[in-house]
């Protein structure tokens, strides 16, 4: 009897895929990392709208249905590899605000898919976050591999600092 092959899909990972599913839209170079005030975690379950911040949460398109929520954002960090190694190529900050207590949210779908597309395009949109969050999403990138963060270009950098 023929195993099934099943999707698998990769944190900051450096590994090619080509098999099963190819084709439709690869993520596996794809991560998510969750900025929540001055603390920024990889959370791979955004990618299919079930981060941490996220689950229990009934989302609408309207932010004034959200009057006492937090601001939280999804970032959609890309990898590349060229010949000094892997690192960030791109990245796009998605937001969403959170009334944990009233679970209820707001989020732009449309939003949060052409931003995944951009970043998956090696695009670079930081607008919206202010320097604390920068900050902690910069801590994540270099604590997550200071190596990939070495070898990312400036640009990515700079939009960072």
């Known amino acids: 009897m023929e195993e099934k092959k099943k999707s698998e899909f990769n944190i900051m990972s450096t590994k090619e895929h080509r098999g099963f599913g190819a084709g439709a839209l690869d993520l596996n170079l794809l991560s998510s990392i969750i900025v929540d005030g001055d603390d920024a975690y990889i959370d791979l379950g955004a990618i299919h709208a079930k981060s941490k911040v996220e689950r229990g949460i009934k989302f609408t398109p309207k932010r004034e249905d959200v009057p006492h929520g937090r601001r939280c954002w999804i970032v959609w960090v890309k990898v590349a590899k060229n010949e000094s190694g892997s690192f960030y190529a791109g990245l796009s900050t998605c937001e969403m605000v959170i009334d944990t207590e009233a679970k209820i949210g707001f989020k732009s779908l449309p939003d949060h898919v052409n931003r995944m597309d951009a970043a998956m ?40 600092a």
């Open 121 to 160: 395009k090696h695009r670079i949109l930081v607008d919206g976050i202010n320097e604390a969050e920068k900050v902690a999403l910069r801590g994540a990138l270099i604590a997550h591999s200071s190596d990939m963060w070495e070898n990312t270009p400036d640009q990515l950098k700079e939009c960072l």
